[in-house]
């Protein structure tokens, strides 16, 4: 099965949207983690409660991890 890690950073409310609106097309295992949280990547409200002001690490584990991971170029830190 594949799995992948990477850091991403969000800078506006929207993008957190735009990144839960490409996690739903994803069978994958998408999950956020910011410290010591982990939440459900394909989850507004989890991920709204993470601590978004530094980059959080997303992982994917899934057949389509790596399709997804290629689509997260926009979300990388800056």
């Known amino acids: 099965m594949n799995r992948i ?6 800078d506006k ?4 949207c735009e990144f839960v609106n490409l996690a739903s ?3 994958c295992d998408i ?3 910011s410290s010591s949280h ?4 394909k989850s507004i ?3 709204l ?3 978004l002001w530094k980059p959080v690490t997303v992982s994917a584990c899934g057949t ?6 290629d689509k997260l170029t926009s979300f990388q830190p800056h």
């Open 5 to 10: 890690e990477k850091q991403v950073y969000f």
């Open 49 to 51: 409660a993470l601590a």
């Open 13 to 16: 409310l929207t993008e957190v």
């Open 31 to 33: 999950k956020v983690r």
């Open 25 to 27: 097309r994803y069978d």
């Open 64 to 69: 389509d991890a790596h399709e997804f991971a």
């Open 45 to 47: 409200l989890g991920i």
């Open 38 to 41: 982990e939440v459900d990547g």
